[in-house]
């Protein structure tokens, strides 16, 4: 197995780092997957940017977070910016790659309505037979755009994009978006997790942040997330040495330091309760299958 460096692991990629950046345009990029089966830049990786991939044909896996899916005709996997991902692909396999750095082209109820589609959520669906031709057919004709350049195609991919996003969305999960602010407060508290999982892990912190007691962060995460909030908080710091822990050269004692956990025992610990294995045994096991 190939050396793995910790420095590699924790960059984000922006989108010159595949070679796609043509300077038409800032804000959509749509290319072939076939040009871009091997990547320019070696996996595992991660990106600075929202990475849409939807299979046409072929086989093979795409791993996401340690979560393998199958690769088939009709399959999309949605990645969000700082998600680890890898890919073993057939020769054969064909598809669409749709690239966008942010949201933020979008703006008033149309961006709120996007915010809450792209939440975390699922990284996977594939897509059932009475819907897959008419998704396929959008991303056919972004790529189209794409490719021929024509007056207002910035525009016209800008559209398209969205309503990609939002099919991909009510395919996921058939319920109503909410236009309040519920979706700005989800957004925004998984961001401040994102910012201080490492150092920060008790409620209070979270509750002081955004100027509620324990109690009522509590009731309302678990309201609008569905979630405990000290259990994203540990969800996030396991994620990440599961990362470090497949990828990176960093010790245990590195990664419980990394993580703010002062004493490489007491992590040690949490890791086992959180996983069922110790940190050793999950980096051998993971390591023995790349």
């Keep these: 197995m190939k050396k793995h460096h910790h420095d590699h692991l924790s960059k984000l990629h922006p989108m010159g780092s595949f070679g796609v950046v043509s300077g038409i345009t800032q804000q959509v990029r749509v290319t072939r997957l076939e040009n871009r089966l091997n990547p320019a830049v070696p996996f595992p990786h991660k990106h600075s940017f929202y990475h849409l991939l939807i299979i046409t044909n072929g086989k093979g896996w795409h791993e996401i ?116 602010k519920v979706s700005k407060f989800r957004e925004d508290f998984h961001e401040l997790i994102e910012k201080n999982f490492r150092h920060h892990h008790n409620v209070e912190f979270y509750a002081t942040q955004v100027g509620l007691s324990t109690k009522s962060l509590t009731a309302k995460v678990n309201r609008i997330i569905g979630k405990n909030v000290r259990e994203m908080i540990q969800d996030r710091c ?53």
């Design 65 to 180: 977070d340690f979560k393998r899916h199958e690769v088939k005709s009709g399959a999309f996997f949605f990645m969000r910016p700082s998600q680890v991902h890898s890919w073993s692909m057939s020769k054969s396999t064909t598809g669409i790659v749709i690239e966008f750095e942010s949201l933020s082209m979008y703006s008033g109820e149309e961006l709120l309505v996007l915010t809450e589609a792209v939440r975390p959520s699922l990284d996977y669906c594939h897509f059932k037979a009475k819907d897959k031709s008419d998704f396929l057919a959008l991303a056919a004709s972004m790529l189209h755009e794409y490719e021929e350049q024509k007056k207002e195609f910035e525009t016209i991919l800008r559209m398209d994009l969205a309503k990609l996003i939002l099919l991909f969305s009510r395919n996921v999960k058939e319920t109503p978006v909410n236009l309040s």
């Design 238 to 290: 396991i994620l990440e040495s599961k990362r470090l822990l497949a990828y990176s050269d960093m010790s245990v004692g590195e990664i419980a330091l990394f993580l703010g956990y002062e004493d490489p025992n007491y992590f040690t610990r949490f890791f086992k309760l959180k996983t069922k294995t110790n940190p050793g045994k999950f980096r051998q096991k993971v390591r023995s299958v790349c």
